[in-house]
Every structure is written in structure tokens, then in C-alpha cells.
């Protein structure tokens, strides 16, 4: 869900065709060497029926240009009708996850909905022989738990293992998402992490820290089948490339696991037109504090203040073909907000997109086409490295896809207080009344200031989706008996015969009787302590930590990550009495009330802090769709140093 409602409500890839393509023809020509499964979950991005038919079509290429013969296949969806849903809300029974979003029969009724499958189904297609396994939505983690369970390997290894591998090296030391990680699974209930490439690392350190990403709670991740308890995990190193895990466990605990379901659903809210004004920045001060103004409060609704910088990054293509402006775009944009550098701190994302999709495509008055991306960071550190990130991108294309360079051009503009830009959206189901709204929200700026020359008007967006659903299912007939169902095919290359359908078989799993703290609220709970000792200095949690990062943790929450660089600098930290509940909620202006939880981790030496999302991921007023760059104000801090915290480090 993490690229917004848009493609679950259209059905519609997040990820250029040719690049789903191609990784998928590297998992099948492994395949054919090796007779190992092939397990694809929330295919085509968001897991619905037409997203699966997406993935269907791109499947039959590979395998007939691959030339595969008698190859068994199995599909499982992951739609629910919205009457089936729609029942449950009035039965009372959807559990909320968070805040938000708010249910309603009408929106429910115009939703595409679907369900986050746990192993059961796709343990059920494995046993039956086949050999690649094509799912709808899915948890991520259960990919990969589902065959290692199905071996007989210990649950809470085998989700912990998949919580990891998941995010392939953002892992390792240095981290990308983009490259490989292996998880190699022993008898002694240990799993040892090692990548591929020789130029990354797995640390206990690396792992022990990838355990907090996406979640809103470190130690505790919540499933369909129970809970993920990392409490009296192990994080150890075999070398100095390898680093494993010992100890995790996985419970089988009362309602609402097992069963549950996480329901997500989407629905449309109309088209949408946007407007990119150029503005003097002589004039920023004039144009109406709502209006979202790259310079000012483009990556946060939340003005910049003092010395803070925010820098909107636009890109902007030009090509003769729709798809050559298109494609361009995309890999400038998906490349830059996951280029890792050396000292990046901000690791899930370089940049904040504020809508989703975050491409305007559009033709020009001289009939060339278009394609325009708006972005923006306030990442202190990010900026040292910009030039060199911007290089190290355009590298990268040049030799990955050199057409896209040589069928477009681009122009990377720079946006902030010097040069501001404000980005301007209207949405609405009537196309007349959209024109006519958007016309007066821009003139809300122009009427005030002029729109310097390289502005953009009236363009034609991706209609606009918002999330509907985000609730769990806990109906256990439902779940069992409607949910999920399985098709097998034989395959011949592009030709697929149905054979048979199936349900999902289930099965207990997990420890029972569990005494420990499973309340994601309570447990590690960092609290409001008075520092002791006397006060020595002040140091910034810039230079107390490596990582310091922000993401969404699903679309109702929002989570910062501060892995600090030894136990020294984590102790004071933690001694600070910056950190409880209290504290976060003044330095991030919110309400204690929206503040969920702020955890300590020793394993990692981290800090997580887990908040309420002031809006739902993706919402027609969104800065920031994936929550990755909302760090700013935890990267400003400056932490108090006391005697007692420099007396305890001095222990380690």
C-alpha cells in the first residue's frame, strides 16, 4: 500500500512494465536451473484481481519466450466483494488499526477491496507441486515464511527471517533495496544473513536495526496467524560479512490472532488538475499560507523556521513520444529517492512525493510531450551530498538504459526559498466543476503574485484514490471459506489450462501460554525519568546517530527511527529524558494523545517513535505519501549530555 490507493483502485502497476519483466524472467530462468519455487505476492503492486491479470499477461510472455513446458502455476486472489464487507460493518466487527481512515456503507460500496494473505494459502499451492506460485495481496513476510514453515523451520525464525529478507540489502552495511540478501536457516534454530555483493555487510547491528523498519513497534509485528515477538532475540556475528539470529518467537495469542485479516480498500474521488507556479522569492511571503510552496512547506505542512532549508527537487522531461518523457521521469525519480550515499541517515527515502501518482504526463503547445515529477526533501544531510547523488543517478541510467537519455531530455529544477514553487491540485467528480475550481485556486496565487515564465497550468493528472478500509477482518468463515481461493494451471509456455480450484488449508501455528508483554504500547515503553547528574553539554543527534529516519508504518501511522552510532551516544540519549511521549509530542506539535508509543531498543542501540499520521497516506492533501522524509524536526534536536549518562557509558 505504500505507493497510495491509485493502483488498488485502478488495478494499474506502481513499476514500468519492462522492469517487472525483467526481474520476473530472472526468477524464472532460476527456476528452470534449479526446480526451486517461485513465490510472487501482491502482484502488480496492490494485490487486486486486475493487478493479478497484469502480472497474468506479463507471466505468459516470459514463459513463452523462455520456452517453459508443463510447468504447474497457481494463482491466488485476494478480492472480497464490498457487500461481504459491507456486512461487517454493520455487524460492528471491523477492528479499527489506528486512526483512520473512516468507515462508511457508501464509501465501502464504491471501494475495491482487498485482503493481506498470510502462509496458509500460499503453504496449500506449495504442497500441491506447484512450482511457481502468482499471489494476490499478500504480507510481505509471509513469502518467504510460508516455505520455510512448510520445512518444518520454527515460526519465529522463519517470520523474523522473512521480516529481513523482505527489503533484500537494506539489511546490510551500506544498505539498498535494490541489490540481494541470502538467509541461511541451521538445525540449532539460528538463521545467518550474508549478501551477494562483496561491497555489503550484515552486522548484528544492520540486522538487529532492520528489524524496526516499516514497523510501528520493535519488537512486536502483528500477523494473521499471531504475533512476531523479538523481545529476547539474538543478534550475533559469524564474521565480519555474516551476522545471524537466535531466539525470536512466534505466539498464537488470543483474539484478535489467530485469525485476522488486514482489509485494505480503495475507492476514486475524482479527476484531478494540477498547476505548477514559478514564484519570485521576493513575493513567498504574500502567496496564502495553505497554498503548499516548495521552498516553505512543500515536504511538511509545517513552515520551514530559523535556519531550516527546504529544497523541492521538480523533474521535468521533454520527449517526442509520451513514453519516452514517461520513462525518464521514472527512473530520475525512483532513483533518486533510493540512491544510498555515504553518511545517508534519511534511509527509507531521499525525497517526498506528495502525490500518488507522483507523474503528471501532458503535452506541450508544440506538440512534443511532457511528463513533470514534484519532490522535496528537508534532509540537512542529503543536501551535502545532492550534487554527487545527481551524478551517481545519471550514471547509473546512462548505463542501465542509455535509450531513455538519448529519447528524452530533462531539466532537474531546484525549488526553495530563493526560487519557490507552489504546487497547486484540485480534485473533483465533475470535469466542469474542476476546471472551474481549479481555475480559482490558482488565481488565489496569481490574483497576488505573478507566475514567473517556466510555470506549468492546467494539467491533467491521474485521478485522485483515497484509502476507504484499513480495518481487520476477524470473521473466521469468511476467512476460511470465501477469502483467498486457488486456481492451478498447467502451464505451455503462453497457453494456460485450468486444472482445478482449491481453498486454503489451516493449520495452528505458534507457541501458546505465552507470559511475556505483548501490548505495543507498554512494552519497552521509554518514560518520562528526570535527568539525574549534573548537566555537562549539549551534542546534536546528528552527531549521535547514523540513522535517523521516517516512514510510513501503513497508512493510518507514521515512525522515526534513531539508531545511534555506540552505545555511549544511545545511553545519552536515553538519559536525556528528550524521548518519552511527553517530550515528542512538544517537539513535533502534536498532542500527547496522537503520540502511540516511544520505544527503546538495545539491541541496536535505537530509539523508535511511533505516531498517529495527521492524515491518511495519500490523502488529496498529502506532502509526503510515503511518511519518508518527515524526520526534520527529530534531526534538529540537540540533546542534553548529563554526568550520570557518561558515567553509565563508561561501563560499556
Request: hydrophobic content about 40%.
Amino acid at each position: 500500500m505504500d505507493a497510495g490507493p491509485y493502483y488498488l483502485g485502478t488495478g494499474t502497476e506502481y513499476f514500468e512494465r519492462e522492469a517487472v519483466k525483467a526481474d520476473w524472467r530472472h526468477m524464472v530462468e532460476a527456476a528452470q536451473k534449479t526446480g526451486a519455487p517461485v513465490i510472487l505476492g501482491s502482484s502488480g503492486m496492490a494485490g487486486g484481481d486486475r493487478n493479478i491479470a497484469y502480472m497474468l499477461d506479463v507471466a505468459k510472455e516470459v514463459f513463452a519466450e523462455l520456452g517453459v513446458k508443463d510447468a504447474k502455476v497457481a494463482v491466488i486472489g485476494a478480492e472480497l466483494a464490498p457487500e461481504i464487507v459491507i456486512k461487517e460493518f454493520r455487524a460492528g466487527t471491523l477492528r479499527a488499526t489506528g486512526a483512520g481512515p473512516e468507515l462508511s456503507e457508501e464509501a465501502l460500496r464504491e471501494s475495491t477491496i482487498v485482503g493481506q494473505m498470510g502462509i496458509h494459502p500460499l503453504i496449500t499451492a506449495l504442497e500441491s507441486g506447484a512450482q511457481y506460485v502468482i499471489a494476490g495481496r499478500s504480507c510481505d513476510i509471509a513469502l518467504f515464511a510460508s516455505d520455510m514453515i512448510r520445512r518444518g523451520i520454527d515460526p519465529g525464525i522463519a517470520y523474523h527471517v522473512g521480516h529481513v529478507l523482505e527489503c533484500g540489502a537494506l539489511a546490510c552495511d551500506p544498505g539498498s533495496p535494490s541489490d540481494c540478501l541470502v538467509a541461511e536457516i541451521y538445525d540449532d534454530g539460528s538463521a545467518l544473513f550474508v549478501a551477494p555483493n562483496p561491497q555489503r555487510r550484515c552486522t548484528p547491528y544492520s540486522i538487529a536495526a532492520h528489524s524496526l523498519y516499516e514497523e510501528s513497534h520493535p519488537q512486536l509485528q502483528f500477523y494473521p496467524e499471531g504475533i512476531l515477538v523479538m523481545e529476547k532475540t539474538e543478534f550475533f556475528a559469524k564474521d565480519s560479512r555474516t551476522a545471524g539470529i537466535r531466539n525470536s518467537q512466534f505466539v498464537r495469542s488470543s483474539k484478535p490472532w489467530p485469525w485476522s485479516i488486514k482489509l485494505e480498500g480503495a475507492r476514486r474521488l475524482g479527476a484531478r488538475k494540477v498547476s505548477l507556479l514559478r514564484i519570485d522569492q521576493a513575493d513567498l511571503p504574500k502567496v496564502p499560507a495553505d497554498v503548499l510552496v516548495y521552498g516553505r512547506n512543500g515536504v511538511q505542512a509545517r513552515p520551514v523556521s530559523g535556519d531550516e532549508r527546504e529544497l523541492g527537487i521538480i523533474i521535468e522531461t521533454t520527449s517526442k513520444t509520451e513514453e519516452g518523457a514517461v520513462l525518464l521521469a521514472s527512473l530520475l525519480t525512483h532513483y533518486l529517492i533510493h540512491y544510498g550515499y555515504p553518511g545517508r541517515k534519511a534511509t527509507a527515502g531521499n525525497i517526498a512525493y506528495p502525490m500518488s501518482p507522483n507523474l503528471v504526463s501532458f503535452q506541450r503547445a508544440d506538440g512534443s510531450f511532457g511528463a513533470v515529477v514534484p519532490s522535496g526533501t528537508r534532509d540537512p544531510v542529503f543536501f551535502e551530498n545532492y550534487a554527487k547523488v545527481k551524478g551517481a543517478v545519471l550514471k547509473l541510467i546512462r548505463e542501465e538504459f542509455p535509450d531513455a537519455l538519448a529519447n528524452a531530455r530533462y531539466e532537474i529544477i531546484d525549488a526553495d526559498a530563493c526560487s519557490p514553487v507552489a504546487l497547486i491540485r484540485t480534485v473533483d467528480r465533475d470535469p466542469a466543476l474542476l476546471a472551474k475550481r481549479h481555475a480559482k485556486d490558482v488565481a488565489k496565487v496569481t490574483s497576488i503574485v505573478p507566475a514567473q515564465p517556466g510555470s506549468l497550468f492546467n494539467l491533467d493528472a491521474a485521478d485522485a484514490y483515497e484509502w476507504t478500509l484499513y480495518h481487520l477482518l476477524q470473521n473466521e468463515s469468511v476467512i476460511k471459506e470465501t477469502m483467498f481461493p486457488i486456481t492451478y494451471y498447467q502451464a505451455n509456455g503462453n497457453v494456460w489450462t485450468k486444472t482445478r480450484s482449491a481453498r486454503p488449508n489451516y493449520f495452528d501455528i505458534g507457541i501458546t501460554g505465552y507470559n511475556g508483554n505483548l501490548d505495543d504500547r507498554s512494552l519497552s515503553r521509554i518514560s518520562d525519568v528526570p535527568p539525574a547528574g549534573l548537566r555537562h553539554g549539549d551534542q546534536r543527534l546528528l552527531d549521535l546517530a547514523v540513522v535517523i529516519r521516517s516512514k510510513d508504518a501503513g497508512i493510518n501511522r507514521l515512525t522515526f527511527d534513531i539508531i545511534f552510532n555506540s552505545p555511549e551516544h544511545y545511553e545519552t540519549g536515553l538519559r536525556s529524558n528528550v524521548f518519552h511521549a511527553g517530550s515528542i509530542a512538544k517537539i513535533l506539535g502534536l498532542p500527547e494523545k496522537q503520540i502511540v508509543g516511544t520505544f527503546f531498543v538495545d539491541s541496536c542501540n535505537a530509539i523508535k517513535i511511533s505516531i498517529d499520521r495527521p492524515n491518511i497516506s495519500a490523502s488529496v492533501d498529502e506532502h509526503d505519501v510515503f511518511g519518508a522524509q518527515q524526520q526534520s524536526q527529530i534531526e534538529r534536536l540537540v540533546v542534553p549530555v548529563y554526568t550520570e549518562a557518561l558515567a553509565k557509558a563508561s561501563a560499556f
